[in-house]
């Protein structure tokens, strides 16, 4: 048994680069997917810690029925009537990302916080004097405003998240005298109604914010997913073309008496201690994938989705040993063929290698059925299916089908230029080109897929990002926004500017659910400026004129797919329903939100500060304004910001959420390459016995490994032709239904052909420096090799 | 000399306060700014509300009580007061912290609960005209008739998970000042406490537990006291004796366990009302048997004997299983009286 493990071991020390190949595959497909799930597992346990921090995720709360505050005179009010209930002030610190948390530890559900406030010294810290506030050591590094408690560190708490007394919390964000909700402790409660304007609301266990940002991770899923697909073909192919290899001396060691039980063992022995060695390997390079692109995801999360997601990764247990486990798993699927073979090894058959080309036309065939009936599953989910689940499972269903079609497609392809060929040398090409494909089939699906979704994710990026700016420009209509601190500065400024600029348009805003989704309320002035630059994406006649009128009310897109609006619907709000006149593209904002006319919202929501201002002035004297504003009038720096800087802003975010898209996109056209080098090293060992003949008639070996690179080249460009119309499919179901699902806008589709060409030739490029090693292998083969083919069985 | 709930004052000061000073016995740095007891008459109904300058103060009321089947019962209503700082401030930066305890306790059964709440919100609070001391839902309310005193007729409601009691008090005798007038001295140093107590009311009301409500008669004790400097470091807890005699007498007594060999304390309280203040040692206690309860051995059956008044008597608890398991845990409940003397009273015991 010790001979036999030693007899198989020692084909990887004579076959070192295939071993380099195995290893490398493996370790790829582990790194990327382990990667991207190392990147979800960070910022879902961030999501949960912000949802546990105060058991919100475990304890029902009581909120104002209209979103508003509660005031805290009714909470006394239910304390006194017997309700188990704790006050929670919750709220953006003004100037900072923070969210201020503020509680009260005396009637903090027990277990509500995993900071230590019950009882001894902090608890007096807590309660006395200017209080204390609470961090997480990283949220505590970066922060440096006045006027702050003093600092405590806590690493349960999440980033981004300081908590507080209430009382505290109330002075900070302006909201003395009011709560913005209250944590229900768990147990019995009065057999009362609540008072009028209050509900209960479920726990809520930070579903809000993985539901907002579900098809982001669920898009990190599908790219890592695609990529260890693609690695297991390479693993595939260096197992595939090992055991070809090893047919004969498998063959002698069943004949030497090794049982077929044993050497499966033993085989299965080997494939495990390499995708175990791969697979650490692989972890260890998914650590530093994730870990490099953690930063940027996290920004990317809180520009899109306000989430806070902890910039620094750390070692899960269960995320190695499912990266482990996703190798082994991997690396049996990949070599189950090869395994299938070694246990029907028929004992006394001749050892003669059988390339794969021998796989049977009617196993083509029959691929070719179940792609085609999975292109149709593929429609009919894209055509009738609503909703995410519906987008990526027509997604894969459309992307495995025109895998599984693509050896077929190219079988009738080759055919078809074989019996147009003149000449027997063309004849053969064709007719070998055609014989070779069912050995290539998995690289160049492997291809086919990375190819696709370059051109799919690259179409839809660039279409977003043409549209993004065209929208950025027209939205961003003033040329300067200014933000007063107080009521009260803000009525001196609207003086002060009156004379100063073309006009001042007010932007007011208040948070209100809007169909049971936190949602937001704008208020904006009727200016030409809204009137000649908005789009708008629906319209009844006479919006503006309506919207000033206060007979109506506008909504983003967001919120109009969502609830499948039109023109005319009511949409519920405090002080009466308003009918929809206009729908306006929101990109960015994961959040409803309408718009209205400025008197309309007061009326509505009475306590909305009139603190931000849109100012029109010429763009030449904005500049002056702007300066004249901190240095004049004393408004602090940040306070103003001028239209560039905003759309710097915005574009910055926008690249930062498809950087990461793009380094995935680039890993999985790299491993799709390898895939091709594997294959073809594997399949230029076994066609030795299809070459020799051609040889020996004549054919320089020049002229034979210039054919075979031309037929590299060949199938690679049928690939990439192949991939075109799939990957500006993929992109149309990203852009009209996966967008749409999960973010809620979409966006018109702009085909770049230059980006396409240029992809076309990354991938010929590929397939050319692939084709180069075998082809410079054959170019140099010892025509003693070709005659031994002659020769012997071999 | 209460000074049983002066425990419980101190050790709830202790778990909100910074560590406490090292000799807290230094009178100067234990009052830290707080205000120290003086000499002097009552000023009610002023003297009934909160002294928010003074670090502790309580409102503690016991209730021995009888269902109609003659089962006994107890009940327990406290609401004490904390200061983080002296004085008051707006709303939640108010130093004043208030704590709630209720408990019913039957032969079989012992329910307790336990409230917790800032000053100056609302949520807690003692006003005094008309008297009401209140955290939560849990109310003290004043009853009297114009011109008695507030004190003299009392509403009491409490309930926690499993158990309510509504209680109605009528004082069938004085308020009686303990100690010097009222100046209650606590040790050698000199460290005192305000206190007074109404040990004279008649109870009746309802008890529910599960669901079950039953009605119930008896008799109930009010101290209200108000200090703000702790105890000695070495004193390892107190067992606090009020007896409700049949003939209408009372008897007010503890030890003080420390190191050594404690220390006795006792008032003798007439039917009439006029309190005697016992000489230190007078009374003496001597635990007859121990019940395992929460983990640890506690004392149930007491022989008590006070020679100068003829008292020789044994105490039993209704249900040795009595234990507070609330922040600052104690054993609190009702006890049966035999011997010379017959009657009803409560046992706290604190510091096992």
Same mark, same amino acid.
């Given at each position: 048994?010790?001979?036999?493990?030693?007899? &198989?071991?020692?084909?990887?020390?004579?076959?070192?680069?295939?071993?380099?190949?195995?290893?490398?595959?493996?370790?790829?497909?582990?790194?990327?997917?382990?990667?991207?799930?190392?990147?979800? /597992?960070?910022?879902?346990?961030?999501?949960?810690?912000?949802?546990?921090?105060?058991?919100?995720?475990?304890?029902?709360?009581?909120?104002?029925?209209?979103?508003?505050?509660?005031?805290?005179?009714?909470?006394?009010?239910?304390?006194?009537?017997?309700?188990?209930?704790?006050?929670?002030?919750?709220?953006?610190?003004?100037?900072?990302?923070?969210?201020?948390?503020?509680?009260?530890?005396?009637?903090?559900?027990?277990?509500? #916080?995993?900071?230590?406030?019950?009882?001894?010294?902090?608890?007096?810290?807590?309660?006395?004097?200017?209080?204390?506030?609470?961090?997480?050591?990283?949220?505590?590094?970066?922060?440096?405003?006045?006027?702050?408690?003093?600092?405590?560190?806590?690493?349960?708490?999440?980033? *981004?998240? *300081?908590? #507080?007394?209430?009382?505290?919390?109330?002075?900070?964000?302006?909201?003395?005298?009011?709560?913005?909700?209250?944590?229900?402790?768990?147990?019995?409660?009065?057999?009362?109604?609540?008072?009028?304007?209050?509900?209960?609301?479920?726990?809520?266990?930070?579903?809000?914010?993985?539901?907002?940002?579900?098809?982001?991770?669920?898009?990190?899923?599908?790219?890592?997913?695609?990529?260890?697909?693609?690695?297991?073909?390479?693993?595939?192919?260096?197992?595939?073309?090992?055991?070809?290899?090893?047919?004969?001396?498998?063959?002698?060691?069943?004949?030497?008496?090794?049982?077929?039980?044993?050497?499966?063992?033993?085989? $299965?022995?080997?494939?495990?201690?390499?995708?175990? @060695? @791969? *697979?650490?390997?692989?972890?260890?390079?998914?650590?530093?994938?994730?870990?490099?692109?953690?930063?940027?995801?996290?920004?990317? $999360?809180?520009?899109?989705?306000?989430?806070?997601?902890?910039? #620094?990764?750390?070692?899960?247990?269960?995320?190695?040993?499912?990266?482990?486990?996703?190798?082994?798993?991997?690396?049996?699927?990949?070599?189950?063929?090869?395994?299938?073979?070694l246990w029907h090894l028929p004992l006394l058959a001749p050892a003669q290698p059988r390339a794969w080309a021998r796989a049977s036309a009617r196993s083509l065939w029959r691929q070719g059925v179940a792609g085609a009936a999975l292109l149709g599953l593929a429609a009919g989910l894209l055509a009738f299916g609503t909703g995410l689940g519906a987008g990526f499972g027509g997604l894969a269903a459309l992307l495995i089908g025109a895998a599984l079609c693509l050896p077929p497609v190219l079988i009738l392809v080759t055919g078809l230029g074989g019996r147009m060929a003149r000449g027997a040398l063309v004849q053969w090409f064709w007719a070998d080109t055609r014989q070779q494909v069912p050995g290539l089939s998995l690289a160049l699906m492997a291809l086919l897929l990375a190819l696709a979704a370059n051109i799919g994710v690259g179409t839809m990026v660039s279409s977003f990002r043409?549209?993004?700016?065209?929208?950025?420009?027209?939205?961003?209509?003033?040329?300067?926004?200014?933000?007063?601190?107080?009521?009260?500065?803000?009525?001196?400024?609207?003086?002060?500017?009156?004379?100063?600029?073309?006009?001042?348009?007010?932007?007011?805003?208040?948070?209100?659910?809007?169909?049971?989704?936190?949602?937001?309320?704008?208020?904006?002035?009727?200016?030409?400026?809204?009137?000649?630059?908005?789009?708008?994406?629906?319209?009844?006649?006479?919006?503006?004129?309506?919207?000033?009128?206060?007979?109506?009310?506008?909504?983003?897109?967001?919120?109009?797919?969502?609830?499948?609006?039109?023109?005319?619907?009511?949409?519920?709000?405090?002080?009466?329903?308003?009918?929809?006149?206009?729908?306006?593209?929101?990109?960015?904002?994961?959040?409803?939100?309408?718009?209205?006319?400025?008197?309309?919202?007061?009326?509505?929501?009475?306590?909305?500060?009139?603190?931000?201002?849109?100012?029109?002035?010429?763009?030449?004297?904005?500049?002056?304004?702007?300066?004249?504003?901190?240095?004049?009038?004393?408004?602090?720096?940040?306070?103003?910001?001028?239209?560039?800087?905003?759309?710097?802003?915005?574009?910055?975010?926008?690249?930062?959420?498809?950087?990461? #898209?793009?380094?995935?996109?680039?890993?999985?056209?790299?491993?799709?390459?390898?895939?091709?080098?594997?294959?073809?090293?594997?399949?230029?060992?076994?066609?030795?016995?299809?070459?020799?003949?051609?040889?020996?008639?004549?054919?320089?070996?020049?002229? &034979?490994?210039?054919?075979?690179?031309?037929?590299?080249?060949?199938?690679?460009?049928?690939?990439?032709?192949?991939?075109?119309?799939?990957?500006?499919?993929?992109?149309?179901?990203?852009?009209?239904?996966?967008?749409?699902?999960?973010?809620?806008?979409?966006?018109?589709?702009?085909?770049?052909?230059?980006?396409?060409?240029?992809?076309?030739?990354?991938?010929?490029?590929?397939?050319?420096?692939?084709?180069?090693?075998?082809?410079?292998?054959?170019?140099?083969? @010892?025509? /003693?090799?070709?005659?031994?083919?002659?020769a012997n069985e071999r | 000399m209460n000074v049983r709930a002066l425990i419980l004052g101190f050790v709830l000061a202790l778990s909100a306060l910074p560590a406490l000073p090292q000799g807290f016995a230094d009178m100067g740095r234990a009052a830290d700014g707080f205000a120290l007891p003086r000499r002097g008459a009552f000023s009610f109904p002023a003297d009934h509300g909160a002294h928010p300058d003074f670090r502790i103060e309580w409102w503690y009321l016991t209730a021995s009580l009888t269902g109609q089947d003659g089962t006994p019962y107890g009940a327990q209503w406290t609401l004490f007061r904390t200061a983080l700082a002296p004085g008051e401030g707006e709303g939640w930066s108010s130093p004043q912290l208030w704590m709630g305890h209720a408990a019913v306790t039957t032969p079989e059964r012992h329910l307790y609960a336990e409230r917790l709440a800032r000053g100056g919100?609302?949520?807690?609070?003692?006003?005094?005209?008309?008297?009401?001391?209140?955290?939560?839902?849990?109310?003290?309310?004043?009853?009297?008739?114009?011109?008695?005193?507030?004190?003299?007729?009392? %509403?009491?409601?409490?309930?926690?998970?499993?158990?309510?009691?509504?209680?109605?008090?009528?004082?069938?005798?004085?308020?009686?000042?303990?100690?010097?007038?009222?100046?209650?001295?606590?040790?050698?140093?000199?460290?005192?406490?305000?206190?007074?107590?109404?040990?004279?009311?008649?109870?009746?009301?309802?008890?529910?537990?599960?669901?079950?409500?039953?009605?119930?008669?008896?008799?109930?004790?009010?101290?209200?006291?108000?200090?703000?400097?702790?105890?000695?470091?070495?004193?390892?807890?107190? %067992?606090?004796?009020?007896?409700?005699?049949?003939?209408?007498?009372?008897?007010?007594?503890?030890?003080?366990?420390?190191?050594?060999?404690?220390?006795?304390?006792?008032?003798?309280?007439?039917?009439?009302?006029?309190?005697?203040?016992?000489?230190?040692?007078?009374?003496?206690?001597?635990?007859?048997?121990?019940?395992?309860?929460? %983990?640890?051995?506690?004392?149930?059956?007491?022989?008590?004997?006070?020679?100068?008044?003829?008292?020789?008597?044994?105490?039993?608890?209704?249900?040795?299983?009595?234990?507070?398991?609330?922040?600052?845990?104690?054993?609190?409940?009702?006890?049966?009286?035999?011997?010379?003397?017959?009657?009803?009273?409560?046992?706290?015991?604190?510091?096992?």
């Open positions: 048994m010790r001979a036999g493990l030693s007899a &198989l071991l020692s084909h990887w020390l004579r076959h070192p680069v295939q071993l380099a190949m195995l290893m490398l595959g493996l370790a790829l497909a582990t790194a990327l997917w382990s990667g991207v799930q190392a990147i979800n /597992a960070e910022a879902r346990a961030s999501y949960d810690s912000a949802a546990a921090v105060l058991g919100q995720n475990r304890m029902e709360r009581i909120v104002s029925q209209d979103g508003g505050p509660v005031a805290q005179d009714l909470y006394v009010a239910l304390r006194r009537d017997g309700w188990k209930v704790s006050p929670v002030v919750e709220g953006r610190l003004p100037a900072t990302d923070l969210r201020l948390l503020g509680i009260d530890p005396l009637t903090l559900p027990a277990g509500a #916080t995993s900071v230590p406030l019950r009882g001894g010294a902090d608890l007096a810290d807590f309660l006395s004097g200017g209080g204390r506030l609470y961090l997480n050591p990283e949220t505590a590094a970066g922060l440096r405003p006045d006027g702050l408690p003093a600092l405590r560190t806590d690493p349960g708490l999440p980033p *981004g998240t *300081g908590l #507080t007394d209430v009382g505290v919390a109330q002075r900070l964000l302006g909201m003395e005298g009011r709560l913005s909700y209250l944590l229900v402790s768990p147990g019995a409660q009065p057999d009362r109604p609540l008072p009028q304007g209050l509900v209960r609301r479920a726990p809520d266990d930070g579903t809000d914010i993985a539901r907002l940002t579900d098809s982001f991770h669920l898009n990190l899923t599908a790219f890592g997913f695609l990529a260890f697909a693609v690695g297991l073909f390479i693993v595939n192919s260096a197992i595939g073309l090992a055991f070809e290899q090893r047919r004969a001396m498998l063959r002698t060691l069943r004949a030497l008496g090794l049982s077929a039980r044993t050497l499966m063992g033993l085989v $299965l022995l080997e494939l495990l201690v390499l995708a175990l @060695a @791969a *697979g650490m390997t692989g972890i260890g390079l998914g650590y530093l994938v994730a870990a490099a692109l953690l930063p940027d995801v996290a920004a990317t $999360l809180r520009g899109l989705y306000g989430a806070e997601v902890t910039g #620094t990764l750390s070692l899960r247990p269960g995320w190695w040993l499912a990266g482990l486990g996703m190798a082994m798993a991997g690396t049996l699927l990949a070599a189950g063929q090869s395994l299938w073979r043409q549209t993004f700016v065209g929208w950025l420009d027209q939205r961003l209509a003033s040329e300067l926004y200014v933000t007063a601190r107080s009521a009260q500065e803000a009525r001196r400024l609207e003086a002060w500017l009156a004379p100063r600029t073309d006009a001042v348009l007010p932007i007011l805003s208040a948070g209100t659910p809007l169909f049971g989704r936190p949602g937001e309320v704008y208020g904006i002035t009727d200016h030409p400026t809204y009137r000649d630059n908005w789009p708008l994406l629906a319209a009844l006649p006479d919006v503006w004129g309506r919207i000033a009128a206060g007979q109506g009310l506008m909504v983003n897109e967001q919120l109009y797919r969502a609830e499948a609006l039109a023109l005319g619907d009511a949409v519920d709000l405090p002080g009466g329903p308003l009918p929809v006149v206009g729908v306006y593209s929101d990109y960015g904002n994961p959040r409803p939100q309408v718009l209205m006319a400025p008197e309309a919202l007061m009326a509505r929501f009475p306590d909305t500060p009139r603190l931000r201002f849109g100012l029109r002035v010429d763009p030449d004297r904005a500049g002056a304004l702007a300066a004249a504003l901190v240095a004049d009038f004393g408004l602090p720096d940040g306070a103003v910001v001028d239209q560039a800087t905003l759309k710097a802003l915005s574009l910055q975010v926008f690249e930062r959420t498809f950087a990461v #898209t793009a380094a995935l996109n680039v890993l999985t056209l790299g491993i799709a390459g390898l895939a091709m080098v594997a294959s073809l090293l594997t399949l230029s060992g076994l066609r030795l016995p299809q070459v020799a003949p051609v040889w020996a008639m004549g054919l320089t070996r020049r002229r &034979l490994a210039l054919l075979d690179f031309a037929r590299t080249l060949l199938l690679a460009a049928l690939t990439a032709m192949a991939a075109l119309p799939l990957g500006l499919v993929l992109a149309w179901v990203l852009l009209a239904v996966v967008n749409v699902a999960a973010f809620g806008w979409r966006l018109p589709m702009q085909v770049f052909a230059g980006d396409l060409a240029r992809l076309g030739g990354i991938a010929l490029l590929a397939a050319g420096v692939a084709g180069l090693v075998p082809v410079l292998r054959l170019a140099r083969i @010892a025509p /003693a090799a070709l005659l031994r083919v002659f | 919100i609302g949520q807690a609070g003692v006003t005094v005209e008309p008297f009401h001391a209140w955290i939560d839902d849990w109310q003290m309310t004043t009853r009297a008739a114009p011109g008695a005193d507030a004190l003299s007729a009392l %509403d009491l409601t409490a309930g926690g998970d499993a158990f309510s009691y509504a209680l109605s008090l009528e004082a069938t005798g004085p308020i009686v000042a303990q100690g010097e007038g009222g100046y209650s001295v606590k040790s050698a140093a000199g460290q005192a406490s305000r206190y007074y107590s109404q040990p004279f009311y008649g109870v009746t009301g309802r008890v529910t537990i599960d669901g079950q409500t039953v009605p119930v008669t008896g008799q109930a004790w009010l101290d209200r006291e108000w200090s703000s400097q702790p105890l000695a470091p070495d004193q390892t807890g107190w %067992d606090w004796f009020s007896l409700m005699f049949d003939d209408g007498s009372r008897l007010m007594g503890f030890r003080l366990r420390d190191a050594g060999s404690g220390f006795t304390s006792a008032t003798w309280i007439a039917a009439d009302g006029t309190p005697t203040p016992m000489p230190p040692g007078a009374l003496r206690v001597t635990p007859l048997r121990e019940a395992d309860v929460a %983990d640890r051995s506690v004392p149930v059956e007491w022989r008590l004997e006070l020679p100068a008044r003829g008292v020789d008597v044994t105490v039993t608890a209704v249900n040795p299983g009595a234990w507070m398991g609330t922040l600052v845990p104690y054993w609190e409940g009702p006890i049966l009286i035999a011997g010379s003397h017959r009657g009803r009273g409560y046992l706290e015991m604190t510091g096992y």
